[in-house]
């Protein structure tokens, strides 16, 4: 399994990361620009558009492009938005989840959906309360006289 890890094996390895990784990037990046009322429809036709481009453009290779990884992370970050929305309301994450259905909200990046997964903070810092004090200095304190012990 390791023996062929290489510069070689490297080189010919992460074109292929690198373009999944920015196929799920410039997905994430182009439903951001989206309007609201758009976002589902525009995900539905980042999958199919990247199907049916990904499906054409492998043809009958036996090796696999980087650019049809690209269009694999397209496809995979749509089908995973797609599931949040239609499935997000139907998953429990509360207290009362079972260990299947804490899974599966985790696989689809819904188990922590306050960001804390039911426990609380072990930093002190981050469970301290914010204060937005505002200090006055009274006239009636910096006219007293100095007193001196």
């Known amino acids: ?7 070689k094996s490297a080189t010919n390895t992460l074109p292929h990361l690198f373009g999944g990784t920015a196929g799920v990037a410039a997905s994430g990046a182009l439903t951001a620009v989206v309007p609201e009322k758009q976002k589902k429809l525009v995900q539905i036709a980042k999958l199919v558009g990247a199907t049916v481009v990904l499906m054409a453009s ?5 090796t696999i492009k980087p650019t049809s ?6 496809a995979i970050e749509s089908t995973i938005s797609l599931a ?12 009362t989840a079972t260990t299947a259905d ?6 689809l990046g819904l188990g922590c ?16 309360p914010s204060f937005d004090t505002t200090f006055r ?3 009636s304190v910096a006219s007293a006289p100095k007193s001196y012990r």
């Open 1 to 7: 399994m390791f023996d062929k890890l290489n510069s």
């Open 58 to 62: 492998q043809g009958g290779s036996k």
């Open 69 to 74: 990884f690209f269009l694999g992370g397209v």
């Open 84 to 95: 949040k929305d239609f499935l997000g309301s139907k998953i429990n994450t509360g207290d």
């Open 102 to 107: 804490k899974a599966f909200a985790g696989a």
């Open 113 to 128: 959906p306050d960001g804390r997964c039911g426990s609380q903070s072990t930093y002190r810092a981050l469970r301290m």
């Open 137 to 139: 200095l009274e006239e």
